[in-house]
């Protein structure tokens, strides 16, 4: 293989290293911020209250949503209640059955937060309210969650600082792989050649190596990302496939402005 095309062929595989790996951290954060959402909105906090008209649920609800931290609350109506409690206590025939029975109306509360302290406060300033009869944070199982949930938090730090890590390494090995186009920049500076001249010259060789490592790398990240079936994982947007495409530029784009 001759030296010019091995040169390519190294930028090439360099571009594209560079490129899987910024692409790769932007899915990873794209991802795990998702995923955290996810956990977020699987927490919250059930809270009975003997309130039945919707003036008064609207009041009680007004003051939840007043206590710093709460995200978003639900009402579940009459037959929303009737249908948690089926299967687990009765069936609603039996349950109307009843007569001095009384259904309470049911508030379900999302902090939205994974810090369990803070989830704690707000749990204790909804059980305050004179309206809330009792509440349920979800006990051991929802504080276990929010260990993982902290956990998981220190294991994404440490993979984004890897990922950022490789792309700044391959980022170096991608400008490095440019030198040679970088040297005969130099060589037809050095012999006033204009650089309008120059840049047209070698117009396909500075386009087409970005372009092709872009596509090389999307390629391979969509691989990647069709394995996990999209449940979790999160394929970057459009607006950083073209930041993709601008960084893949950087290395050849540096090394024609310091030639010329």
């Known amino acids: ?7 390519k062929l190294i930028a090439l595989m360099a571009h594209a290293l ?3 790996c910024a692409g790769a951290l932007f899915m990873f954060c ?18 009975y209250t003997e309130c039945r008209s919707e003036a008064d649920l609207a009041a009680v609800k007004n003051r939840i949503a007043a206590i710093s931290g709460v995200k978003h609350i639900v009402i579940l109506t009459e037959n929303e209640v009737f249908a948690a409690l089926e299967g687990a206590l009765a069936k ?3 349950l109307l059955s009843i007569k001095d029975i009384e259904i309470p109306s049911i508030l379900k509360i999302y902090p939205g937060t994974l810090n369990y302290e803070r ?8 059980n305050a309210l004179a309206e809330i009869k009792s509440s349920d944070t979800g006990g051991n199982a929802v504080k ?12 994404v730090r440490f993979i984004t600082a890897l990922l950022i890590l490789s792309a700044l390494a391959s980022a170096a090995a991608a400008f490095v ?26 117009a396909a060789e500075i386009t087409l190596i970005p372009l092709s490592s872009l ?3 999307i390629l391979i990240l969509l691989a990647f990302y069709q394995t996990t079936g999209g449940n979790t994982m999160v394929f970057f947007t459009y607006p950083r496939t073209l930041l993709l495409l601008l960084l893949a530029s950087l290395p050849s784009a540096v090394r024609l402005i310091k030639s010329v």
């Open 1 to 7: 293989m001759e030296n010019s095309a091995r040169n």
């Open 18 to 20: 560079f490129l899987t």
């Open 30 to 47: 794209g991802s795990s911020g998702r995923y955290f959402e996810k956990l977020k909105n699987s927490v919250f906090i059930t809270a």
């Open 92 to 94: 609603k025939d039996i």
């Open 119 to 126: 989830f704690g406060k707000i749990a204790e300033q909804i």
């Open 144 to 155: 276990k969650l929010f260990v993982f949930a902290s956990d998981f938090k220190k294991a």
């Open 177 to 202: 792989s440019m030198k040679y186009l970088s040297e005969k920049f130099q060589f037809l500076a050095e012999r006033n050649v204009p650089r309008r001249d120059i840049v047209f010259k070698y």
């Open 215 to 217: 596509i090389i790398s």
